[in-house]
Structures are given as structure tokens and as C-alpha cells.
């Protein structure tokens, strides 16, 4: 599996690095712009492993590179299992790089003279929960984003399974609001602070630590279950 | 000799489209050369030997690794096995360094110096991206790759296809150096057939999914031989010893018949009023498959 890793992030070694600059600079520009330091963790958190995430799909159906790498000592199992990895390792990198982004942010406010201080920039306004709590909520819906996207690219390719995720997210995401809106199937089961989906990401501004755990447990769950339904719809394929 | 590929009752079905059941051998420390038209399913069977494809049917043995239960080779028989495929694989973006990286981390037996050795030969610099390379700088760099893991196999399907003359020549002097210890095996794919004329002892020809022969290369290019007679004489050769045991394939010209024979010395004895020429590769295959049996 350690050669599928490596292969995927040499593969996208380049992409990741240009990625990481123009992020960089929109991370700057929401930063200054909507004068938000979680929009812009966000931006972060988000963008690099999401376009990740079909980049690499779509990097397999070029110079039928996918056929090939099955050539190269890798088995089915593990060019699955392998993705699955690469990508969390790219979430969390980037989960990472944004708290240091933050850091770097708050500490360049703080050496600047008080006139030119921007308080939403600064640490007072945007405590380590915050900080913590944005980063890895936004992880995780990508890593549930990327659970639920896999499976059809693995079984079908980028070109094919790009058709299926979509409707795969919508009709989940459908699903999920029917279960949890007001006056949804679930509403009163839940706990009041999951009333609605929009109050469940309504505390990524609070230090709501239960529930961020929550939400890395499902995510985490989900992704592991996706990556051994895409290790069987792999297998089965054919090139 | 032990066997480096051993295909028995191998058949895979398409819609349209069926390969075999067929059966293959490839002996360790031979060159079998494929030979086929388009879509006659040279690829089908690549795949297949390559487990790319599942087949429906058939017992696969490759470099010791059965694949008659399991739908997969073992990354231990992939480690042994080169392949080039018709296209440079690599991803474009990446560097040529990048692709040494990749070897390096996928198989325990990559000679870095041996890929730099094989790149420097073919003026490949690790600093160049796959999209700035030729399509011969590419294949070559494939087949740098595949032999900088020194594999006991090779597996080329259409390797030396679109590259000019000495492109080709020195792909050929690479894999002539590969087999020259009698250890190492290649089964190839190519519409070249003068590549195949230098480099194989063997030559399967694939046709509609079936094979159409399975001759040692001499028995094709030094044996046989293309006759050129009259229409008269076709009855008489019909009938002699020369024609083998599925009759005699003939093509109509102008003013002569084309006659397939598969010993030129021996025809040249029995009838020695008819010319006949040595047959090539290109020949035989031309008179095998539009020929028709007389």
C-alpha cells in the first residue's frame, strides 16, 4: 500500500504544490476581504483535498495510467485502500497547514501597529477551539464528501463515476435534511443541538467539542466503510 | 525448458467479440512475437495474462503464478514481470525523476543506476516532464522503467509502435541485451513485423480471437516461401506432397498466383520450373490471413 501512497502523491506532486499557492493567495484575499479568518481556514481545509480528490481521478484515465499502475507490484486491495489513505493524508495535511496559516495570521496582526490591527484577524476573536473546530469539522465533510464520491469513481472511473457522485451527494444530502429538518422524521429524536443540519455546523463558531467528535466519528466511519465498499467494486473490475 | 507463460482453454466473451479458447506457451528465455490485425484481440489476451481482465474461462500460469482461482497476479509475480504498454503511462505533469521515485518505491529490486544508465543512453535528462517528451523519448522511458527492476518477463504490447527507424533499432538493442543470458523471456505485440523478423524465435499469429499459427520464426521467414505460378499449375500442386495437411493458401495477382508453401526447398525441388522467393514475415502473415485455401 506504501507504494500506492507514494504513487499517488508523486503523481500529484505538482498539482498539490501550485494548489497549495493559488489556495494561498484566496486564503489571503477571504482573509482581508471578508474580514473572516474561518472563511479562510476553511477555503484551506477544503479546497486543496477537494480538488485533490478528482484530480487523482482524473490523473488514472489519462495515458491509461490507471491499467498501468495495475502492472506495477500494487494489488487491487491495496491501489483502494491506497487512495483512500492518500487522501486522508492530504485532509489532514491541510487541517494542519491551516492552523499554522492561522497562527501565522494572528501573529502578524499582533506585531502590527494597533491602527492597522484587524480584531477578526486576531486571537482574541478567534480562540484555539475556533480555530480547531473549523478546521476539522471542514475535514471531515470532505473526508464524507470523498466517502461518498469513491466508490463510484473506483467501480467506474472519473468519467463514468463523476456522473453517479452527484447523485449520490444530492440524494444524501436530500436524505439527510428530509431525516433532521424542522418537523423532519428525526427532529424530535435529536438532541437539541442537532436540531437542523444548519445548527449542526452552526458551532463550528463555538468551542462545541462533543460535537466535533461526533462529527470526525461518523465521518471517519463513513469514509472506512466507503474505502472497503471500494475495495470490492475494485476488485471486480475490469480494465 | 520451464515455462514463463502457459495459457490452456484461456477465453474471455465481449459483447461481440470472443478471444478463444486459446492456448500459449512462452518459454524462458524465448521471444514470442504476436502478430494480428486490429481487433483481433492481441490486447484482450495482454490483458488477460496481465489479470487487467478477468478471463471467463481457461488455466493461466504466469512465471509460476496460478490464476485459476484467484482474479489477480501476486504483487510478488508483478514484481517480476516488465510491461510497456502503447502509450507512455506515466502522468503527464510528472518529471522523469519523479518517475525513478516511483520505481524506487514499488519494487524492491529497482537499479537506480541502471534507469539512469538507460535514460542517459537515450538522452532522457531526470529534470524532463513526460508531456515534453516524443513519443519515442516516452516509450523509451516506459521500457527504461521496465527494465530498471530487472524483471524475468517483459510484456510489451505495441511498444515500438509510431517510432521512427532508429528509435526503433535502438529499443531492439535494449531488449536484445535483456534476453541475451537465456534467462529472461518477452512476449510482444507489434504490427512491425521487421522488429519481430530480428528479435523473436517465435511468432503467434491471432486472428478473430483465435490463433491462426504458432511457428518458430525460422519455419516462417528461412522455410517457407512464396510461389509464383500459373493458373494451370494449381491443380498439380494441390495435389503434391508441398501443400500441408489445411491445403495450400493462394492470393491471385494480375498474371500470376501467389502460393504460400511452407517448405521453399522442398517445393523448389518437386517443381523446379516455378519460382519461388523466401516469404516474410509480412508475406506470410498477408497470404495466412487474406489467402485463399486451396
Known amino acids: 500500500m506504501r507504494a500506492m501512497i507514494a504513487t499517488d502523491l508523486v503523481t500529484m506532486k505538482n498539482a498539490l504544490l501550485q494548489l497549495g499557492i493559488s489556495c494561498a493567495v484566496v486564503a489571503v484575499v477571504i482573509a482581508v476581504m471578508m474580514q473572516s479568518l474561518v472563511a479562510s481556514l476553511a477555503a484551506i481545509c477544503a479546497m486543496i483535498p477537494f480538488m485533490y480528490l478528482f484530480s487523482i481521478s482524473a490523473y488514472d484515465e489519462m495515458n491509461g495510467w490507471e491499467r498501468f499502475r495495475l502492472t506495477l507490484p500494487i494489488s487491487r486491495k491495496q491501489v483502494a485502500y491506497g487512495r483512500y489513505v492518500s487522501t486522508l493524508i492530504v485532509v489532514i495535511a491541510c487541517c494542519l497547514i491551516a492552523v499554522l496559516f492561522a497562527v501565522v495570521v494572528m501573529a502578524v496582526m499582533e506585531a502590527l501597529p494597533a491602527d492597522m490591527q484587524q480584531p477578526a484577524l486576531m486571537a482574541t476573536e478567534n480562540p484555539p477551539a475556533v480555530v480547531f473546530g473549523v478546521c476539522v469539522r471542514v475535514g471531515a465533510l470532505i473526508l464524507f464528501v470523498a466517502a461518498l464520491s469513491l466508490p463510484p469513481i473506483m467501480r467506474f472511473g472519473m468519467t463514468k463515476g463523476t456522473r453517479l457522485a452527484p447523485v449520490v451527494l444530492i440524494m444524501l444530502f436530500a436524505f439527510g435534511i428530509w431525516l433532521t429538518a424542522d418537523n423532519g422524521l428525526l427532529d424530535a429524536e435529536l438532541p437539541g443541538g442537532l436540531g437542523t443540519m444548519n445548527e449542526l455546523f452552526a458551532h463550528a463558531n463555538g468551542p462545541s467539542i462533543p460535537i466535533t467528535l461526533i462529527i470526525i466519528a461518523v465521518a471517519l466511519i463513513a469514509f472506512a466503510i466507503s474505502a472497503l465498499i471500494s475495495a470490492k467494486l475494485y476488485e471486480r473490475r475490469q480494465f | ?294
Open chain 2, 1 to 294: 525448458m520451464q515455462d514463463a507463460i502457459v495459457a490452456k482453454g484461456l477465453a474471455k466473451r465481449y459483447d461481440g467479440f470472443a478471444l478463444g479458447p486459446l492456448s500459449l506457451e512462452v518459454q524462458t528465455g524465448t521471444v514470442v512475437g504476436l502478430v494480428g490485425a486490429n481487433g483481433a484481440g492481441k490486447t484482450t489476451l495482454i490483458k488477460c495474462l496481465l489479470s487487467l481482465i478477468e478471463p471467463d474461462a481457461g488455466h493461466l500460469v504466469v512465471l509460476d503464478d496460478v490464476l485459476d482461482e484467484r482474479a489477480d497476479l501476486s504483487p510478488a509475480t508483478k514484481e517480476r514481470i516488465g510491461v510497456v504498454l502503447d502509450t507512455c503511462a506515466f502522468t503527464q505533469e510528472s518529471r522523469v525523476c519523479d518517475i525513478a521515485q516511483l520505481g524506487r518505491v514499488a519494487y524492491r529490486t529497482w537499479d537506480q543506476a541502471r534507469f539512469d544508465a538507460l535514460l542517459c543512453s537515450s538522452g532522457i535528462t531526470p529534470k524532463k516532464r513526460v508531456k515534453d517528451l516524443s513519443r519515442g523519448m516516452g516509450m523509451k522511458l516506459s521500457l527504461a522503467f521496465a527494465l530498471s527492476h530487472d524483471p524475468d518477463l517483459l510484456i510489451l504490447d505495441e511498444a515500438t509502435a509510431g517510432l521512427d527507424p532508429l528509435a526503433r533499432d535502438e529499443m531492439l538493442d535494449m531488449l536484445r541485451t535483456f534476453i541475451e543470458d537465456g534467462a529472461h523471456s518477452i512476449f510482444m505485440a507489434s504490427h512491425i513485423t521487421s522488429d519481430l523478423e530480428k528479435l523473436a524465435d517465435r511468432i503467434v499469429c491471432i486472428d478473430d480471437g483465435q490463433i491462426i499459427f504458432d511457428l518458430p520464426k525460422e519455419a516462417i521467414c528461412d522455410e517457407a516461401g512464396i510461389a509464383h505460378c500459373r493458373e494451370a499449375q494449381l491443380a498439380a500442386l494441390a495435389e503434391s506432397p508441398c501443400a500441408d495437411a489445411g491445403g495450400l493458401r493462394i492470393l491471385r495477382e494480375a498474371y500470376s498466383v501467389n502460393v504460400l508453401v511452407p517448405d521453399r526447398f522442398a517445393f523448389g525441388r518437386a517443381f523446379p520450373d516455378i519460382p519461388v522467393d523466401k516469404a516474410s514475415l509480412d508475406d506470410y502473415l498477408m497470404m495466412t490471413l487474406k489467402g485463399e485455401v486451396l
